[in-house]
T-cell receptor
Framework: DSGVTQTPKHLITATGQRVTLRCSPRSGDLSVYWYQQSLDQGLQFLIQYYNGEERAKGNILERFSAQQFPDLHSELNLSSLELGDSALYFC????????????FGPGTRLTVL | GDSVTQMEGPVTLSEEAFLTINCTYTATGYPSLFWYVQYPGEGLQLLLKATKADDKGSNKGFEATYRKETTSFHLEKGSVQVSDSAVYFCALSAGTYKYIFGTGTRLKVLA
């Protein structure tokens, strides 16, 4: 158990809908990363937050957004969902913005029908 | 840009066989290198890491040495078990500290 929690574990929704994925980092970690794992794209970095502020952006679509709250949990919002958004979404946390070891949550499996 | 290349899987071995999974990288600067393991239905778990040239990471019988001259970080284990069946990801972290992952290598160990 990494200490990173993600909810929900599974999510099934329809095209055009909006969903929110939630992540709670390990106790004491200030940095949260979001990754998408799909069969065709592999594991891709989406976005990083550190202590409430956006720190780095990767291959995140404009339809997707994220935020980190004062209690350090983070939410990833996915809107106008398409079939191709079906994937595993992982959250990872690290102690600081520059700590290089990240600890991953169990993931949320999103299925868009 | 930075990248990680892993050997294609799946790799199928008999129990107690020797394992090597190749990983090479391209990066500017001096990245940290990682191996993560993903068991079926689970998230990624850190297996081992190395932060500078010639460092050897080791854990649970797995080893990998950071080779700057060959830009490689190959994963090895002397004697695999059925319980080692999983997908193994090589990753690097440089600059912004986001991870760049390889495509993953599925390992299947037969009893």
């Amino acid at each position: 158990d990494s200490g990173v929690t993600q909810t929900p574990k599974h999510l099934i929704t329809a095209t055009g809908q909006r969903v929110t994925l939630r992540c709670s980092p390990r106790s004491g970690d200030l940095s949260v990363y979001w990754y998408q794992q799909s069969l065709d794209q592999g594991l891709q970095f989406l976005i990083q937050y550190y202590n409430g502020e956006e720190r780095a952006k990767g291959n995140i679509l404009e339809r997707f957004s994220a935020q980190q709250f004062p209690d350090l949990h983070s939410e990833l919002n996915l809107s106008s969902l398409e079939l191709g958004d079906s994937a595993l979404y992982f959250c990872a946390s690290a102690r600081t913005a520059s700590t290089d070891t990240q600890y991953f949550g169990p993931g949320t499996r999103l299925t868009v029908l | 840009g930075d990248s990680v290349t892993q050997m294609e899987g799946p790799v199928t071995l008999s129990e107690e066989a020797f394992l090597t999974i190749n990983c090479t990288y391209t990066a500017t600067g001096y990245p940290s290198l990682f191996w993560y393991v993903q068991y079926p239905g689970e998230g990624l778990q850190l297996l081992l890491k190395a932060t500078k040239a010639d460092d050897k990471g080791s854990n649970k019988g797995f080893e990998a040495t950071y080779r700057k001259e060959t830009t490689s970080f190959h994963l090895e284990k002397g004697s695999v078990q059925v319980s080692d069946s999983a997908v193994y990801f090589c990753a690097l972290s440089a600059g912004t500290y986001k991870y760049i992952f390889g495509t993953g290598t599925r390992l299947k160990v037969l009893a």
